[in-house]
C-alpha cells in the first residue's frame, strides 16, 4: 500500500456582473493504492479523495488479467468516453474550466465515470478503454443507487503514431449512447456521444484539434456540436504556455441556433514539486443563451508529496 498527495492554493476572480467573495481556496488531494496477486490475477485498488471540504472522492477496484486486458469498477476516476473528452493541448486547465455552467457543452461521455464497469486491453499499438452502466451514474456505496434508468455504454480508441510511423502523432475517436429514460411508447431514441481528436508535437510545441457532437434522443431535445484547438509550446523544462479556442453550436429544434464561442490562455512553471500555474478563461452565449457571457481567472500554487 502507498499513500501520495498534493495540496492547492488558490487565487480566483470572477468576472464584473458576479461577487467574487474571498478569492483565496485551498484543495487538498490524498490518494491511496494497494495491490497484490489474488487467485493468480493481481488486483489493485485506488481511492482518492479530491477534497475533503467539498466531500468529493473517487475509488477504482481493478483486476489485471494480463493478455485478456484490466476489467474494473469504476467510481469517478475516469473510464471510456470521458477519458477523451477533450484532449486539446494546455498548459493548466481546459478553456472552459471554472466558467459558469452546471455541464460543459460538448464533453462527451454517455456511460459517465461512476457506477460503471470498465474494460481496458491494447493491441498492435491502439488502445480500448470501453465503460458500462445499469441505470443512472449516481454513485452507490451499497445497494441500488437510482430507478431513474438512463443505462448507457461507451468506448475510446486512441494510438500514437508509432504503427503508422508518424512520430508525435496521437489520435483518438470514440461513440457511446445513453438511455433518455424508461418512460415507455414514447419516440425517444437514445442520446449519442461521438469525439475524434488528433494531437501532433514536434520539438517544443504541440497542437490539437477535436471535434464533438451530442445527438439528443429526446423528443424536443437540443443536439451539440463541439470544434475545439489548442497550441502549447514548452519554453523549457520548467515553463509553458498555452491558448485555445471552443465552440460549441446549440441546435434547438424550435428556436434560433446559437453558438457558444470560448477561449482560454494558461501558463505553468514547475520547480521539483511546486507546480505554479495560471488560466485566464471567457466565454461568450454561454450554454447556448444568447448574450450570457462569463469569464474567469485563477493563479493556483501546488505541492506534491
Known amino acids: 500500500m502507498s499513500v501520495s498527495g498534493a495540496s492547492m492554493l488558490t487565487y480566483t476572480t470572477e468576472d464584473s456582473s458576479e461577487v467574487t467573495g474571498n478569492p483565496f481556496g485551498m484543495k487538498t488531494n490524498l490518494s491511496f493504492t494497494a495491490s497484490g496477486e489474488v487467485n493468480g490475477y493481481n488486483v489493485s485498488y485506488m481511492q482518492t479523495s479530491k477534497d475533503q471540504f467539498a466531500g468529493m472522492s473517487s475509488a477504482r477496484l481493478s483486476v489485471d488479467m494480463g493478455d485478456l486486458g484490466t476489467l474494473a469498477f469504476d467510481q469517478g476516476s475516469g473510464s471510456g468516453l470521458a477519458t477523451i473528452d477533450d484532449k486539446t493541448p494546455t498548459a493548466a486547465e481546459e478553456v472552459w474550466d471554472g466558467i ?17 464497469f470498465n474494460y481496458v486491453k491494447s493491441y498492435a499499438g491502439v488502445k480500448l478503454n470501453a465503460a458500462a452502466r445499469k441505470g443512472s451514474g449516481t454513485s452507490s456505496s451499497d445497494g441500488a443507487s437510482s430507478g431513474a434508468g438512463q443505462s448507457a455504454w461507451d468506448f475510446a480508441l486512441t494510438t500514437d503514431g508509432t504503427e503508422l510511423g508518424v512520430e508525435g502523432l496521437t ?31 514536434y520539438g517544443p510545441v504541440t497542437l490539437g484539434l477535436q471535434l464533438s457532437s451530442i445527438g439528443a434522443g429526446k423528443v424536443g431535445g437540443t443536439n451539440q456540436e463541439a470544434e475545439a484547438w489548442g497550441i502549447a509550446f514548452n519554453v523549457n523544462e520548467n515553463l509553458s504556455v498555452s491558448y485555445g479556442e471552443r465552440e ?28 505554479i500555474a495560471g488560466n485566464r478563461n471567457t466565454v461568450d452565449d454561454n450554454q447556448g443563451t444568447a448574450g450570457a457571457s462569463d469569464s474567469m481567472t485563477e493563479i493556483a500554487v501546488s505541492f506534491a508529496f
Open 100 to 116: 459558469d455552467a452546471k455541464s460543459h457543452g460538448g464533453l462527451v461521455g454517455a456511460a459517465g465515470s461512476s457506477g460503471v
Open 171 to 201: 489520435i483518438g475517436v470514440g461513440y457511446g449512447e445513453a438511455e433518455t429514460g424508461t418512460a415507455v411508447g414514447t419516440s425517444d431514441d437514445d442520446d449519442q456521444h461521438m469525439t475524434a481528436f488528433t494531437n501532433y508535437s
Open 248 to 275: 460549441v453550436e446549440y441546435a434547438k429544434p424550435s428556436a434560433k441556433h446559437i453558438t457558444e464561442n470560448g477561449n482560454g490562455y494558461a501558463v505553468a512553471y514547475t520547480m521539483g514539486s511546486i507546480k
